[in-house]
C-alpha cells in the first residue's frame, strides 16, 4: 500500500521554469528507481528522467541540458526541475516509483502517481 503524490504544475510561458515534486508515502520499506513519465493529447507516454537510489540519473534526449531530476531519500521524494521550457513539453507529468514494501520486501512494485498537468504558452 503505497501512494505517490504529485505537485507543482502549472501554466508557464515559453523560456520559464518549473518545478515539480512527487512524495511518496506507505508501508515503504526501500525505494529504488524513481522517474518522471509524460503523456501529451494524442501520444504515448513517454520517460523524461529517471534517478536510481544512489544518484545516478539518465534523461530522455528531447530534455538533456534544460531538466534536471534529483531525490531525497529521507523524504522519500523526487523532483524534476524544468527550465527552458517549451510548448512541445506540454503535457500531463507522471511520478513512479518502483518500491519494496514491508509485505514484499524482496520484490518491488511500481506505482504511479495521478499526474500533473503543465502547459507553456507560446
Known amino acids: 500500500q503505497v501512494q505517490l503524490v504529485e505537485s507543482g504544475g502549472g501554466l508557464v510561458q515559453a523560456g520559464g521554469s518549473l518545478r515539480v515534486s512527487c512524495v511518496a508515502s506507505?508501508?515503504?520499506?526501500?525505494?529504488?528507481?524513481m522517474g518522471w513519465y509524460r503523456q501529451a493529447p494524442g501520444k504515448q507516454r513517454e520517460l523524461v528522467a529517471a534517478i536510481t537510489s544512489g544518484g545516478r540519473s539518465n534523461y530522455a534526449d528531447s530534455v538533456k541540458g534544460r531538466f534536471t531530476i534529483s531525490r531525497d531519500n529521507a523524504k522519500n521524494t523526487v523532483y524534476l526541475q524544468m527550465n527552458s521550457l517549451k510548448p512541445e513539453d506540454t503535457a500531463v507529468y507522471y511520478c513512479?516509483?518502483?518500491?519494496?514494501?514491508?509485505?514484499?520486501?524482496?520484490?518491488?512494485?511500481?506505482?504511479w502517481g495521478q499526474g500533473t498537468q503543465v502547459t507553456v504558452s507560446s
Open positions: 506507505g508501508s515503504i520499506f526501500k525505494i529504488n528507481v
Open positions: 513512479n516509483a518502483d518500491v519494496f514494501d514491508f509485505l514484499t520486501v524482496t520484490t518491488s512494485h511500481e506505482y
